[in-house]
């Protein structure tokens, strides 16, 4: 069962995986304790979903971002599943990649 919970909840959970999904450059500017940095984006893609976003609006910013991340998605995955090959519990701080990638996650 996926649950959606608050940042502030994340510790009601001790010793569940914290998934950050943010790019390298976010994740060392600031991250949970304890979280695992898998980014959807490296920096130079975080970049150009940016500068889409600010130019051409936040659909042509998130369509971008969907070109680039659907071709990787499998593998992402794939990387979750040997790092937690047991499905229990994972939190994962992004809406967006709970929605694309959990429900690939949930049925290995």
């Known amino acids: 069962m996926v649950q959606t919970i608050g940042a502030f909840n994340i510790y009601d959970y001790p010793g569940t995986p914290i998934i950050d999904v943010r790019s390298p450059a976010e994740f060392l500017n600031g991250h949970i304790p304890g979280a695992v940095n898998i980014p959807i984006f490296d920096d130079g ?4 979903v940016g500068t889409r976003y600010n130019q051409a609006g936040k659909d042509a910013g998130f369509l971008l971002g969907l070109e680039i991340a659907g071709p990787k998605l499998a593998g992402y995955v794939k990387r979750l599943n040997s790092l937690f090959p ?6 994962l701080c992004s809406q967006s990649a709970h929605t694309l990638l959990l429900e690939g996650w949930f049925t290995q």
């Open 45 to 48: 893609e975080r970049a150009l």
């Open 86 to 91: 047991v499905h229990s519990q994972l939190i």
